[in-house]
């Protein structure tokens, strides 16, 4: 039978493959540990030129279990950065989301990747709606806790994961010493690609969410069961459905993120900078 990726293949291990990747990596690069790894979800791309000097740029789909992002906006680059600190970090421009339908071993991959190529930190960003009425777009909050709406696990067969402390309560105290006005959130993830309708958003509210996305809850699963320490920062785009008096727009969000970024990756290497 023919797989358009090797992690389609149930028969195969997706950790068996995610080691491949960060072969693959090492073999680009020259480079054969990484210290942390980031996910650049919109909005945050401009922290990659921030962070430290890029030596190697790779394009995604070279390497084995990668997928070309389906969305403008998204990079499909995976980058080696040499941090000021010495350290290297990995950047991932190239994220697959659980609503492109191409299952959980897709969206974890990255994140499995970055574990094998030796990474013990994982920050993942992305860009989201806001629950909390004072929260203007273009504003970064951390992300404290989750709720996974998307009714699936990135972990096969019975493989039982503590959550607790999921984003890294140290993390987020030492992004507060670089901006003390970072406000955070339980964020919730829908599985999208539709946003959600006004009633969606109060429910999430109900339930104990501030912060509405597509991503990052599958992956912060993903990172956890990897052994690595979390960070998650969103950067709210937009208020949520009903939250704000106007529809939402795709090319409103893409502004809103635009016009965000020099500030926010500022923020992010100067996070980076302490990890
Ligand atoms: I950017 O309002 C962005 N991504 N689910 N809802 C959901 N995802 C988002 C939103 C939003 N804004």
């Given amino acids: 039978m023919a797989f358009s990726s090797a992690l389609d293949d149930p028969e195969t291990d997706p950790f068996d493959i995610a080691r491949e990747a960060a072969a ?5 690069t020259g480079v054969d540990h990484h210290d942390i790894a980031l996910t650049l979800g919109s909005g945050w791309g401009r922290a990659a030129e921030l962070i430290g ?3 190697h740029t790779i394009t995604a789909t070279d390497i084995v279990g990668f997928r070309a992002p389906s969305l403008t906006g998204h990079l499909g680059t995976l980058r080696s950065i040499l941090l000021p600190s010495g350290k290297r970090a990995l950047v ?3 994220r697959t989301h659980y609503y ?3 299952g959980v071993r897709a969206v974890a991959h990255s994140v499995r990747t970055a574990a094998a190529t030796g990474a013990k930190i994982m920050v993942l960003t992305n860009g989201a709606g806001g629950i909390k009425p004072h929260w203007k777009p273009g504003q970064p909050v951390l992300i404290s806790d989750h709720i996974n709406l998307t009714a699936n696990s990135p ?4 493989t039982f994961i503590d959550l607790t402390d999921l984003y890294s309560a140290r ?3 030492l992004a507060r010493e670089v901006d003390p006005s970072l406000d955070e959130g339980v964020y919730v993830q829908f599985r999208g690609p539709h946003y959600e309708t006004p009633a969606e958003v109060q429910m999430a509210k109900i339930i104990g969410g501030h912060i509405v996305g597509m991503s990052t809850t599958l992956e912060a699963i993903a990172a956890r069961q990897a052994g690595m320490e979390i ?3 969103s950067l709210i ?3 949520a459905a009903g939250i704000s008096p106007t529809p939402l727009s795709h090319t409103e969000v893409l502004e809103a993120g635009r016009a965000a970024e020099p500030v926010i990756s500022e923020l992010l290497a100067k996070i980076v900078e302490r990890l």
Avoid: D, F, V
């Fill in 24 to 28: 693959q990596i090492a073999e680009r």
């Fill in 171 to 173: 993390l987020r105290a």
């Fill in 92 to 94: 991932i421009g190239a």
């Fill in 53 to 55: 000097e890029t030596t």
């Fill in 231 to 233: 960070l998650g920062l």
């Fill in 237 to 239: 785009t937009n208020l």
């Fill in 155 to 158: 972990l096969e067969g019975g």
């Fill in 100 to 102: 492109e339908g191409h």
